[in-house]
């Protein structure tokens, strides 16, 4: 007799503080059968942390096309798996997207666990006029397919809001500089929730200076464009 499949929890990890966690994920994580994450060593920080030990698989943006078939086959059987990511809440600008279009299309149960999201926590702290906006997200890698981009929202009338790698993100207001001017109103959060966490509100060439070549996680909002603002 075949077994029922077994469920794709969905669930929200830290930002950054380890205190963040919920107590349903903590739950979630600890009666699963399996735990797919994105970076091994960062879930196994993870699990340690909160006295748990299960089975890892990795899955990520180089290898998620060949591991869902893997991973559909362990729900067909009968277990119960969890996915999570490096941080934050999984599949959103992070790998998992091929994998929840595959359990919807096999009626494999998808359970949302919620809980932190760095993009939420920006914009609960941010004062820009956020009833609408566009959610850029990461820039394609290319310079000038980036500038495209950019340029492409100069007179956007909703706030935009974009995210990088941390290596990226002095050149992302380099870009914003040049494409909306020097004077355009930003709103940049880095490091989320982490001892480090600053919050910066002003002008792009005030902001560059202060940050210059920092590294961090970061949130980047740009202000409603009245007027390119060289």
């Known amino acids: 007799m075949p077994k029922n499949p077994g469920s794709l929890f969905v669930v929200a990890t830290p930002i950054g503080h380890p205190a963040e966690i919920t107590l349903r994920a903590i739950e979630v994580l600890s009666q699963v059968d399996l735990i797919i994450c994105e970076e091994r060593k960062v879930a196994s920080r993870l699990l340690k942390g909160l006295e748990i030990s299960k089975p890892l698989l990795e899955l990520n943006e180089h ?9 559909l086959l362990k729900l067909l059987d009968g277990q119960n798996l969890a ?13 998992g997207r091929k994998l929840l279009e595959i359990m919807y299309g096999s009626q494999i149960p998808v359970v949302p666990i919620s809980g932190p999201s760095s993009l939420m926590t920006a914009i609960s702290v941010c004062p820009f006029d956020l009833k609408q906006f566009h959610f850029l997200g990461f820039l394609p890698p290319q310079t ?12 956007s009338q909703v706030a935009l809001i974009l995210m990088d790698t941390p290596y990226r993100m002095a050149k992302l207001l380099e870009e914003v500089a040049n494409a909306f001017g020097k004077k355009q109103t930003i709103f940049l959060a880095t490091d989320l929730t982490l001892p480090s966490e600053k919050i910066y509100i002003g002008e792009v060439q005030e902001i560059q200076s202060k940050v210059q070549q920092r590294k961090a996680e970061f949130i980047l909002i740009i202000e409603k464009v009245q007027r390119r603002r060289t």
């Not at 290898?63 to 991973?71: C, D, G, I, K, L």
């Not at 999570?84 to 999984?90: K, N, W």
């Not at 950019?150 to 007179?155: E, G, K, P, S, Y």
């Open 144 to 155: 000038e397919t980036r500038k495209q981009v950019l340029l492409r929202h100069t007179f």
């Open 63 to 71: 290898n998620e096309a060949e591991m869902v078939e893997q991973v």
């Open 83 to 95: 996915l999570i990511s490096d941080c934050g809440t999984p599949v959103f600008s992070d790998p």
